[in-house]
């Protein structure tokens, strides 16, 4: 019986040992996801860009993106640092309203989504917008880390109005936010 009560007590101690460890690891930083009604609320309070990721339920690209490149810490830092980040569903049937703009779902997709994609439905898409709403870019396709970064920084930090993409890519990009360890 004593050796039961023992056996109990490290077993509890070790239980309770690895659950304060557990508890001590700092949580992985997200994205601070929102939807378009909110983003649109947001940029009147204080202006930001927006990046909308349009998906679609069935995407495999969008959902390798959601565990891959929007769990980068260097890209949650500077997407939570200079945009409204929205998820949008480009299938989903409730109506959004944005400002004076109603958006239904129509034929398979919601309108907004439509608008946003200019007609192209691909997914995975991120649309760029700016401060007023007012469309920067869409960019089609899956984006690995180091890629989707190189793109929310030229259009995050206005580098898109300076200047060409070759030369942000290959001259600014490398200079102002990669931090090699030169040995």
Not at 22 to 29: E, F, I, R
Not at 49 to 60: A, F, H, M, P, R
Not at 103 to 127: D, H
Not at 135 to 163: L, N, S, W
């Amino acid at each position: 019986m004593k050796n039961i009560f023992v056996t109990l007590f490290f077993c509890l101690m070790a239980f309770v040992g690895k659950a304060q460890v557990t508890a001590a690891k700092p949580a992985k930083a997200k994205i601070n996801w929102m939807t378009l009604e909110q983003a649109f609320a947001a940029t009147e309070k204080e202006p930001r860009k927006i990046l909308v990721d349009v998906y679609t339920g069935w995407c495999g690209w969008c959902k390798v993106m959601d565990q891959k490149t929007f769990t980068d810490e260097k890209v949650v830092e500077f997407v939570n640092q200079k945009y409204y980040a929205v998820k949008l569903d480009a299938e989903m049937k409730d109506t959004l309203r944005i400002g004076k703009q109603q958006y239904i779902w129509e034929n398979g997709y919601n309108q907004a989504g439509v608008a946003l994609l200019q007609g192209k439905m691909s997914f995975p898409t991120i649309v760029y917008l700016d401060e007023k709403f007012n469309m920067i870019q869409p960019v089609a396709g899956y984006q690995e880390a180091k890629q989707f970064h190189q793109v929310i920084t030229f259009f995050g930090d206005d580098h898109y109005r300076k200047g060409d993409w070759d030369k942000y890519q290959k001259e600014i990009y490398p200079k102002q936010y990669v931090v090699e360890n030169k040995q």
